[in-house]
């Protein structure tokens, strides 16, 4: 095997890339090693064009092994790897936002990034997985204009920035004030993902300058690499759209651009503009099939209008001021009793429902992944069905964007959840987009701020969000813009999610469609959103000031009493028979956790009965505690009375009145209602010594 080895620290650790012909077929790879965390990356792209396609096809598909972490993972039947995992599908969304726009849009090549996880240990793989996949098209011939850096910055366990942090860090959930996922190139950054416990926006704005340094560290180690042993890249030949249909756009569709443009009712005018160019073209060449070409002269030319009118004029499409917000609407429950907790919101065209469900913790998510084994007690899903763009497609299947819009919204959420043991409840919301006309993730924070509320969770503060914009053509000339709705997304060079709580941030989310965005530009971002936030804020406590008093009488209550560890096993009983019988006889659910914390879930008063049952059970009883019990045996020496259905106890003959009893059967009969005090308990048998003369001496009367 040949093989080529070296070595660049980043974050105090030393990265390791390695270049053999393992994978010789693909046109790019490398195995990137940090710790004993270790990806392969590949980079490929197909020999010939893709015809009659209208976008630059790249797919990247990160893939985790079992046999990496040394486990056998799935189901019972089946040990294969399956779908990607979310934690998979998120990483794969990371590479792809980050490599995208360093690729010529116009290219109608395929490029296929795969990046499989070798072997992982302490550290992220994610990270190595965005630098390896850098890495890779970086010594390819395939062209690009990278490379790019990808780095793990926060402030975890103290007040000082960390690089690369170890899981064990990274799992301070309680602890971590910030975490960053950051990736740059030249001094500038290209793709954040973060989560914050309210942090201040000057703050993120040091850690991002931080990131950097390191960042330009391992590009300089990857150029490097390249002059060495990097392949030539070949020459690709982008098409170009001919004399003629310039021409024809020149008079007869750019003259109506401008109005339809900035027309102030969202896409339509734009869209019918661009059904009558797409008509005019199958006219003038009906020998033809594909008019990708004349479609992005479209899409350019309007791309180019709205830079320059922001840029050199303050105007947007529908009108507004650059840090103007669209018109807002809230409404917190009012849907169905039924439902546990509902918000809606609106942010101009764009519409979100988020519905809430609360659960028991038998309701919680079990994760089993490479690198940890959690139980989620808190689950945002999104979904965006084709109606809510206006269009007909595919129905009931979750994509990468859905996956990733959902997992934004439950970072930015999970900040201000109450802890587990304040409010033990599975928390799920599910935010369907109704209407979309920009960032409907954002807005899918705001309508479950609503929900969690209008279902009486007892959250920190409500959580907004929203997308800011931005039209570039320099570091001295550019425009931020505030609440992007359609054509500003589409067309605008950035798309910076920021949310969190009038104190501070809890979620980012960066992409771009420039090679990068300047340090300083997002700080200004970052600052202008906080207007916005405040606005949208302001407009969710009108609605709703705070969670609501009491939870859904149709939402189930939840009991918590906490057991000695050492009695765990009598709980649940032999092959779980005794946990099983209080579960039927009570109708409710029980959760038995290892330090001895018992839940109970149920509607009704089925929490309540197995609770009792549960404490009767568990009761340790105490010399000189006074209770009743029932007569359940009589013997020549005493009678036996039942505490509890778990307990028994003996009440010997001369503990039976404060006279002389010859007869037990004289003074008790089975059934009977007695009070007792328990005497002595024996530590080791559990044997309970009772007496009723001592917890009442009149109860027995002498016979006269």
């Known amino acids: 095997m040949e093989k ?7 974050g105090g650790k030393t990265l390791t890339a390695m270049f053999t012909d393992l994978a010789e077929q693909a046109q ?65 969304r990371v590479i792809d936002r980050t490599l995208r726009p360093l690729f010529d849009q116009k290219m109608r090549h395929a490029v296929q990034i795969i990046v499989t996880v070798i072997s992982v240990d302490d550290n992220d793989p994610t990270i190595l997985a965005v630098n390896a996949a850098s890495l890779a098209l970086m010594v390819s011939n395939i062209p690009w204009a990278g490379p790019i850096g990808c780095v793990r910055i926060g402030k975890y366990d103290a007040d000082n920035l960390t690089i690369n942090p170890s899981q064990k860090l990274r799992e301070m959930d309680e602890q971590y004030k910030f975490d960053l996922t950051v990736c740059g190139k030249d001094g ?37 690499i390249a002059k060495e042993i990097g392949k030539e890249k070949r020459v690709i030949e982008i098409d170009t759209v001919s004399a003629d249909s310039v021409k024809l756009f020149n008079e007869q569709i750019l003259p109506k651009m401008e109005a339809a443009i900035f027309a102030g009712v969202g896409k339509k005018k734009i869209d019918e503009l661009h059904n009558v160019w797409n008509k005019l073209v199958e006219d003038t060449y009906p020998d033809r099939e594909d008019f990708a070409l004349e479609d992005d002269l479209f899409d350019g030319t309007e791309n180019k209008m709205l830079h320059e009118k922001a840029i050199n004029e303050n105007k947007r499409a529908d009108g507004r001021a650059m840090d103007g917000l669209r018109d807002l609407f809230a409404q917190a429950g009012g849907i169905s009793s039924i439902l546990h907790g509902s918000g809606i919101f609106y942010r101009g065209g764009t519409h979100v429902l988020s519905v809430l469900t609360l659960g028991g913790p038998e309701d919680r998510n079990l994760v089993d992944g490479l690198q940890l084994k959690v139980e989620k007690r808190f689950m945002h899903h999104y979904n965006f069905p084709p109606y809510s763009a206006g269009e007909t497609g595919r129905s009931g299947f979750t994509n990468r964007r859905e996956v990733g819009h959902g997992a934004l919204a439950e970072k930015a959420l999970a900040m201000v959840l109450p802890k587990i043991a304040d409010f033990p409840y599975t928390i799920r919301i599910v935010s369907e987009s109704m209407a979309s006309n920009g960032s409907t993730s954002q807005a899918s924070i705001c309508a479950s701020s609503l929900a969690l509320m209008d279902a009486g969770v007892p959250i920190k503060a409500p959580v907004a969000g929203i997308a800011m914009g931005l039209m570039y053509e320099s570091e001295a000339k550019y425009k931020i813009l505030t609440d992007i709705q359609g054509p500003e997304d589409h067309h605008g060079d950035m798309d910076f999610k920021v949310a969190g709580t009038r104190e501070g941030i809890t979620a980012i989310q960066l992409d771009v469609k420039v090679e990068g965005v300047p340090i300083k530009i997002l700080g200004e971002a970052m600052v202008q959103s906080i207007k916005a936030r405040t606005a949208i804020l302001d407009r969710i406590e009108k609605e709703i000031a705070k969670p609501r008093a009491d939870i859904s009488p149709n939402a189930p209550k939840i009991l918590i009493i906490k057991i000695k560890p050492d009695q765990i096993g009598m709980v649940i009983g032999s092959g779980g028979k ?68 778990f307990t028994d106890g003996l009440v010997h003959v001369s503990e039976l009145a404060p006279f002389r009893v010859n007869d037990v059967r004289d003074v008790v009969k089975e059934g009977m209602i007695v009070p007792v005090r328990v005497l002595k308990v024996d530590m ?19 016979k006269s």
């Open 188 to 224: 500038n950054i290209n793709m954040i993902e973060a989560s914050a416990h309210e942090t201040k926006e000057e703050e993120i704005e040091e850690a991002l300058k931080r990131a950097s340094e390191e960042i330009t560290k391992f590009e300089n180690f990857q150029k490097a």
């Open 684 to 702: 080791e048998s559990g044997k309970i010594s009772l007496s009723i003369k001592a917890a009442d001496k009149d109860f027995f009367k002498p």
């Open 4 to 10: 080529k080895e070296y070595s660049v620290e980043i």
């Open 28 to 92: 790019g790879s490398v195995m990137l090693k940090y710790g004993e965390t270790i990806v392969l990356a590949t980079a490929c792209m197909s020999h010939d064009k893709q015809k009659g396609l209208g976008f630059f096809n790249l797919t990247v598909d990160y893939a985790e092994k079992f046999y990496a972490a040394g486990k056998i993972l799935g189901s019972r039947f089946v040990r294969r790897e399956g779908r990607p995992s979310e934690t998979a599908i998120l990483a794969s």
């Open 578 to 645: 005794t946990i099983k019988d209080i579960k039927a006889q009570s109708g409710a659910e029980i959760t038995v956790e290892d330090d001895g914390t018992v839940y109970f879930t149920g509607v009704g008063e089925s929490a309540g009965i197995a609770k009792k049952m549960v404490e009767e059970m568990t009761h340790e009883y105490k010399p000189g505690e006074t209770l009743q019990g029932e007569v359940v045996k009589i013997a020549d020496f005493g009678a036996f009375v039942r505490l509890n259905p």
